[in-house]
C-alpha cells in the first residue's frame, strides 16, 4: 500500500519561513518524480514544483520560483519543499504527489497523492 505523509505545515507571518516534507513508503521511491501541489479554499489545485527521481531536474511554477526550493532524500524516502518569503496568497492546502511519468505540472500524470498540509501565512 502506497502511503505519502505531508508534515511541517502550519501557520507562519509573511516573509516567514517553512519546510514540508512528504514521507513515502510503499513504492519504489528512488525510480519516482515527486511533486507538490497546492489548492488555495475556492481554488483549483496549482502545481507547485517537481523534483526527478534522481534529483537531477527540477521545475517550478512562476509563482514560486526564487522563493521555494524542492529536494529529496531517497535514502530517506522523503521529499523536501523549502519556503521562503512566504506571502499570504501563499495560502493553501499542501500535496505531494509521485508520478512515474517523468517531469510534469500536471495532476493526470500523477499516480499517488498525499492527505495535504495547511499552510497559513498571515499578514
Known amino acids: 500500500q502506497v502511503q505519502l505523509v505531508e508534515s511541517g505545515g502550519g501557520s507562519v507571518q509573511a516573509e516567514g519561513s517553512l519546510r514540508l516534507s512528504c514521507a513515502a513508503s510503499?513504492?519504489?521511491?528512488?525510480?519516482?518524480?515527486m511533486g507538490w501541489f497546492r489548492q488555495a479554499p475556492g481554488r483549483e489545485r496549482d502545481f507547485v514544483a517537481h523534483?526527478?527521481?534522481?534529483?537531477?531536474?527540477?521545475n517550478y511554477a512562476s509563482f514560486v520560483q526564487g522563493r521555494f526550493t524542492i529536494s529529496r532524500d531517497n535514502a530517506k524516502n522523503t521529499v523536501y519543499l523549502q519556503m521562503n518569503s512566504l506571502k499570504p496568497e501563499d495560502t493553501a492546502v499542501y500535496y505531494c504527489a509521485a508520478t512515474g511519468r517523468g517531469l510534469s505540472n500536471t495532476e493526470r500524470a500523477y499516480d499517488y497523492w498525499g492527505q495535504g498540509t495547511q499552510v497559513t501565512v498571515s499578514s
Open positions: 523534483i526527478s527521481s534522481s534529483g537531477s531536474s527540477t
Open positions: 510503499g513504492l519504489a521511491f528512488r525510480v519516482f518524480g
